[in-house]
């Protein structure tokens, strides 16, 4: 069993920056691939961005590339999302996701582990 705790989510103005941290109970940190995902007021839940069990392979939604930034610090069990240029559109709870396997996924049907989510909010 894998327990994640988001934190880092609040209000900023459009164009400022977030930085969305995961905390993953899991001894075994650095054999899950990890991801990102947000899901906006009336809309599905959506793929935002994942990174491999040792950072070196990420992906991310065409619609936050450039903007955000995927990391993990297997020493300390944390995967972190740079969110910069926040847009409105961007506004959405934001999920922390695990899966057992060490190569990231798009779709969350791959990930058993989720956290409670973190809310962001972008003021135009």
């Known amino acids: 069993q894998v327990q994640l705790v988001e934190s880092g989510g609040g209000l900023v103005q459009a164009g400022g920056s977030l930085r969305l941290s995961c905390r993953a109970s899991a001894r075994t940190f650095s054999t899950y691939a990890m991801a990102w995902f947000r899901q906006a007021p009336g809309k599905e839940r959506e793929f935002v961005a994942a990174i491999s069990w040792s950072g070196g392979s990420t992906n991310y939604a065409d619609s936050v590339k450039a903007r955000f930034t995927i990391s993990r610090e297997n020493a300390k069990n944390t995967v972190n999302l740079q969110m910069n240029s926040l847009k409105p559109e961007d506004t959405a709870v934001y999920y922390c996701?695990?899966?057992?396997?060490?190569?990231?996924?798009?779709?969350?049907?791959?990930?058993?582990?989720w956290g409670q989510g973190t809310q962001v909010t972008v003021s135009s």
């Open positions: 996701a695990a899966r057992t396997g060490r190569t990231p996924r798009l779709s969350e049907n791959e990930y058993a582990y």
